[in-house]
């Protein structure tokens, strides 16, 4: 996309003006390296001498020795030492290791550097020759010393290119037929099996422990082996766990997965096989291929290059600088347990990690085709700098700054380093939560002028605390950055920039983040997750998002100014959870939709929102949640707000410029210049796009009846394929033996308690996919005096639709909307039973069946009232509703397709 300036409109000045080019500068080099050196030479020469005595080094470890032994010589230096490597690839040993003995100075800073005009490739790999073409036009060779188990790698590189493993479906996702209770050794600790659809996965496969099942979940992925596989029974058990006993971690029913590394499926062009056991390597050639020709590389090392300073010593590394060097084919490979995380796959290392680095400096760098993050910015880190880099083909995400973990000593916690002027594309090809940038707990960096885009999560994410807990992730900046083309419909819950935790004095300002595509729910522009303070966000653009161009979830004290928000797919601006303070305030934004809704959320009181220009490109007047401007204006909100077009230049064609006579003026809008969003300074080589690492949506699975009576659930378990909400240890919603519906021995447990944050918890839905036909749904209650409880069918429409709703209040009387239905007894299992219309069959009614205990026949109530545009079923819902203490018992919840009796 081009973006484009404002006409005739000052524009605001965010970020200093692009470095003036000039000449690059060329350094005398103190020590050279070549692939055609020795270690053995004095390394002060280019090239080998014409007696074959003297020359390069050959090695980058030879050359740092040499460094510590002209500073020793030189303690005084007052310019830098340089040493310059030449073209070709250095295939690492182990990971070049800086310590604080490298330290340069100020004046004398250390610089390894490619020589001038040339490309060096630092390889954590090993190139693999001697492929035999066969019969069927395939590549072999043997590996010794994978036979031997001295080695194994899980990925693999043709001319700089990362092939793929074979993948089941070929096409597509499956799709998780039943969610399953963790086996009793894994009950405390995570889920580790499913149910599966037939067929999908198979007992018999060869080198079954091999295969892995990368199974998706919400906003994450777990990487799985497996341990079992049942036939007859159809379930699949893993070795490990995923990462906690949450729906967000669980294997819920139609969550989407793949099954990798499955020899059978070897079939494809560009994919690979290593057996394990012979150590056969086998390669399918894309045409024009060759294996005289072609350069084959397989990762070895975990980690490519480390700055190791001494946190406990206060000894850092400092002053080491390096320049125009590429970065390549670090390793990944996954642990017995396999690998699971609950957000942003950061428990992997980066490629580069720097601990204790202070002062260096990575410029003009690239990190490719890695299995992990590319750089990692730890803990004591300060005062670094990435510019004008290249990270591309990642396993993951591109760069780490700070940690999970908070430390009260400010010397060990990462801060003010700065990553500027960086192409950051193409991320999660083997871990799709990998994030563009991501800030743990550190403070006061700045991360300008960067192109982030191709990521199938957030593009930056900058906090680590879920609430209003001790965080060091304040004084961020995130500036004037140009990020885009996320989620691409494979995770949900994600912003262009998502933020967590107590963060003063951090500025989002001048990015543009657009094209935001979760699978699900969460595909936003500026995202406040859960306790982001003291925010500021202001003169953003965000555009065609999925879910909104911004989200708060909850927080305190944000200022949301002076933005453009365009063309939402669902809500424009949405608000989740009000407290007690104040939220946020929304002032002079420019927002702009066409055919969506403008609200979505909770937005009671607790927020301030004035002065800002609303426009619906259809022509329809706005509707603020159901209001009219009026209405919502007449509660004291946008009071000083218009209604109007904003005159944008060319909105279609992404253009953004406010035409002369703008209506914005109107309420304060400061036009902003973005035309400097993004990275300033050029690639030279022309970009390379790359292909899908994970498969596009697909359509959805068929809806899947539910069938639950928990006999197969613990006790004390929360209830299997459904979503379960709770605010506390108060209020909770759990399997139990305390009663039954007849003939069973569990039931589902709600108990309600006084202090909740929302009335409405706790409560739990299930998530079905039923579109068309007509449906019966059914349960049993056993109410107890004094809890509430109501019932809802819901489709996924912003404001949601509901169709069949029922309550039962605290004096036992039964309620369909708000009529009176009957008084049900407390302390008795009584059958409830519910059928309506979807799709074509939806009358805008229901019937209600309710089966009393002792008595007959069945109480039966006839077209009962429901939306109108209650078409489909997304939301199945049990909620608890009183202020107070209360209980109420569930069983038998079933939900499939009518069949007249």
């Known amino acids: 996309m081009r973006i484009k300036v404002p006409i005739a409109m000052l524009a605001l000045s965010l970020i200093a003006a692009p470095p003036v080019e000039a000449a690059p500068e060329r350094n005398e080099p103190d020590f050279v390296v070549a692939t055609n050196g020795s270690d053995a030479w004095s390394g002060t020469q280019a090239t080998p001498n014409r007696a074959k005595n003297d020359g390069p080094f050959a090695t980058l470890e030879r050359a740092q020795q040499a460094v510590r032994a002209l500073r020793q010589r030189e303690p005084n230096r007052h310019r830098p030492v340089v040493v310059q490597v030449r073209r070709g690839t250095y295939f690492l040993d182990k990971p070049l290791t800086f310590t604080p003995e490298d330290s340069g100075t100020e004046q004398s800073p250390t610089l390894f550097e490619a020589f001038p005009g040339e490309k060096p490739v630092l390889s954590g790999g090993r190139r693999i020759t001697g492929f035999k073409p066969t019969a069927a036009g395939r590549w072999e060779v043997t590996l ?24 089941l479906p070929e096409s597509g996702y499956y799709f998780v037929a039943a969610e399953m209770a963790p086996s009793p050794e894994a009950a405390k600790k995570g889920h580790d099996r499913f149910r599966f659809r037939e067929g999908d996965i198979r007992a018999d496969w060869q080198n079954r422990d091999d295969v892995e099942v990368v199974a998706i979940h919400i906003w994450s992925a777990s990487r799985m082996r497996i341990k079992s596989v049942d036939t007859a029974a159809q379930t699949v058990a893993f070795t490990g766990t995923t990462r906690g006993l949450n729906y967000w971690a669980a294997f819920r029913q139609n969550n989407r997965y793949l099954v990798e590394n499955v020899k059978e499926a070897l079939g494809k062009p560009g994919q690979w096989y290593l057996e394990r056991k012979s150590g056969l390597l086998t390669y399918l050639p894309l045409p024009g291929e060759t294996p005289d020709k072609a350069t084959v590389i397989a990762p070895a090392l975990p980690q490519l290059l480390r700055i190791d300073g001494d946190i406990p010593g206060k000894r850092w590394v400092r002053q080491v600088h390096f320049k125009n060097l590429t970065f390549a084919h670090n390793a990944w490979n996954m642990s017995p347990e396999g690998n699971s995380y609950p957000q942003a796959e950061v428990n992997l290392p980066g490629a580069i990690q720097l601990t204790g680095a202070r002062n260096c400096v990575l410029e003009g760098c690239r990190v490719e085709n890695v299995a992990t993050y590319a750089v990692e910015i730890g803990p004591g880190s300060k005062q670094n700098r990435i510019e004008n880099c290249e990270l ?45 940038v991501w800030i743990g707990h550190a403070h006061h960096n700045t991360i300008e002028h960067n192109d982030i885009h191709d990521f199938y999560y957030s593009g930056i994410s900058g906090g680590w605390s879920w609430g209003y807990g001790k965080s060091h992730a304040h004084h961020n900046v995130y500036a004037r950055n140009h990020v885009h083309t996320l989620g691409q419909g494979v995770l949900s819950d994600m912003g262009g920039i998502y933020l967590l935790g107590v963060s003063p004095g951090t500025r989002v300002v001048g990015n543009v983040f657009h094209d935001v595509n979760s699978f699900d729910y969460g595909g936003w522009g500026i995202y406040f997750d859960e306790g982001s303070t003291d925010v500021v966000a202001e003169n953003n653009l965000t555009y065609r998002t999925k879910t909104g161009g911004f989200h708060q979830h909850y927080g305190k004290n944000n200022v949301v100014r002076n933005n453009i928000f365009a063309f939402d797919e669902s809500a424009q601006i949405a608000r989740t959870r009000r407290e007690e303070h104040l939220s946020f305030t929304f002032e002079r934004n420019i927002v702009y939709w066409k055919e969506a809704a403008l609200l979505r959320g909770n937005w009671s009181d607790n927020f301030v929102i004035d002065h800002n220009l609303y426009y619906d490109a259809s022509g329809k007047p706005p509707r603020f949640l159901d209001m009219t401007l009026a209405e919502w204006q007449a509660k004291g909100h946008d009071t000083h707000s218009l209604v109007a077009d904003p005159l944008f230049v060319n909105p279609g064609k992404d253009d953004f410029r406010l035409r002369p006579g703008s209506p914005a003026a109107r309420i304060g809008f400061q036009p902003f210049d973005i035309s400097g969003a993004g990275r300033r300074t050029k690639p030279a080589a022309r970009v390379k796009k790359a292909a899908r690492a994970f498969p596009p949506p697909p359509p959805p699975p068929p809806p899947q009846p539910i069938s639950e009576d928990f006999e197969e659930t613990p006790v004390g378990g929360k209830a299997i394929g459904a979503t379960t909400h709770e605010e506390n240890e108060k209020a909770t919603i759990r399997v139990t033996e305390e009663t039954a519906a007849a003939g069973g021995k569990r039931s589902l447990k709600f108990t309600d ?33 004094g809890a509430v409880f109501y019932h809802e069918w819901r489709d996924a429409a912003s404001p949601y639709h509901v169709g069949p709703s029922i309550r039962i209040q605290a004096d036992g009387t039964l309620l369909a909307g708000d009529k009176a239905l009957t008084q049900l007894p407390h302390g008795s299992w009584i059958r409830l039973e519910i059928v309506c219309g979807l799709g074509a069959d939806a009358k805008g009614t229901y019937d209600l069946t309710v089966v009393l205990p002792g008595r007959t026949p069945p109480q039966r109530y006839r077209n009962l009232p429901c939306s109108p545009e209650f078409k489909t079923l997304r939301w199945y819902g049990f909620v608890a509703d009183a202020d107070g203490p209360g209980i109420f018992y569930l069983d038998n919840i079933e939900l499939k397709p009518y069949v007249a009796p």
Not at 158 to 163: E, I, L, P, Q
């Open 144 to 167: 010794p010393e994978v036979a031997r188990g001295d080695a194994y790698f899980s990925q693999l590189y043709v001319n700089d290119a990362r092939r793929q493993r074979p993948r």
């Open 392 to 436: 591309t083909e990642m396993g993951a995400g591109g760069i780490k700054i700070g940690e999970t973990a908070y430390r009260d000593e400010d010397e060990a916690v990462a801060s003010h380093n700065i990553v500027r002027d960086c192409r950051i594309a193409h991320g999660g090809r083997i871990h799709p939560a990998g994030i563009g």
């Open 753 to 785: 308690a006084g202090g909740q944050q929302n009335r409405f918890n706790p409560h739990l839905h299930y998530q079905p996919t039923f579109a068309t036909g007509t449906l019966e749904g059914r349960f049993a209650i056993r109410w107890e005096r």
